[in-house]
């Protein structure tokens, strides 16, 4: 029995994850619906706050689970963090240990915002609710890591 689960436990970190760091519930749905139906395999999870997303990455980085791709709102609001604007979050991001196994995608309205994510660190960027844009993203992140 516990070989099969360390063996359930393996297959899950391996399997491609996708972080959501976006404060737009509406946006959030959209998005988990056209990963849902383009990629049913993928395991996608969702903060609405960028301080618990970093928090919940440096505790998975722990544990060797961390999301292959990041996809981040460029206007994150009302958040606790001193770096609530998604430049700051991929600026921090790029910092860290596990940096080197994330594809971050930056996503926003404002053409400023999605240069400012560039320059920080963001692999790609999209247009807010440009889907097929978005798609097209996760599938060069999945590509980057032979997934």
Do not use: W
């Not at 063996?7 to 519930?25: F, G």
């Not at 440009?130 to 032979?146: D, V, Y």
């Amino acid at each position: 029995m516990v070989v099969a689960n360390t063996a359930q436990s393996e297959v899950y970190q391996k399997q491609p994850k996708i972080l959501i760091i976006d404060d737009d519930q509406c946006i959030k749905d959209i998005i988990i619906t056209y990963i849902g139906c383009v990629y049913p395999d993928l395991v996608v999870s969702h903060f609405f706050s960028a301080k618990v997303a970093i928090q919940e990455l440096s505790e998975t980085y722990q544990n060797e689970s961390v999301p292959t791709i990041v996809i981040i709102d460029g206007q994150l609001k009302g958040d606790t963090m001193p770096f609530c604007h998604g430049h700051a979050v991929v600026s921090h991001l790029r910092q860290q240990p596990y940096s080197d196994q994330l594809y971050l995608i930056a996503h926003s309205s404002d053409p400023c915002c999605l240069s400012d994510m560039c320059q920080s660190g963001a692999d790609i960027s999209v247009q807010k609710a440009e889907f097929s844009q978005l798609m097209s993203a996760i599938r060069m992140g999945l590509s980057k890591f032979e997934l």
